[in-house]
């Protein structure tokens, strides 16, 4: 089970901030939240959305060990 959080926006939509969830990778983590949630799998995808593997942000698919944390961050603004 990999811990997911969701940040900003992307908690709003989703409606829910951290959950518990049985995947094998970052690929098939966003695949199972797209079947749930189809809005919030579009979201994840999109533009200046990053992903944290265990506080390190990381790009492309990547394996999940158990106990993993995978944080989903909206894109930054600010100046």
């Given at each position: 089970m990999a811990k997911v959080l969701l940040?900003?926006?992307l908690r709003d939509l989703a409606g829910w901030r951290e959950r518990e969830i049985d995947a094998a990778s970052i690929a098939g983590l966003?695949?199972?939240i797209a079947a749930e949630d189809a809005?919030?799998?579009e979201a994840?995808?999109?533009p200046g959305v990053q992903v944290a593997l265990d506080q390190a942000i990381v790009r492309g698919d990547?394996?999940?060990a158990a106990?993993?944390?995978v944080a989903f961050l909206?894109?930054?603004s600010g100046g």
């Open positions: 940040f900003g926006p966003k695949a199972l809005r919030l799998g994840l995808g999109g990547r394996p999940l106990g993993a944390e909206p894109p930054m």
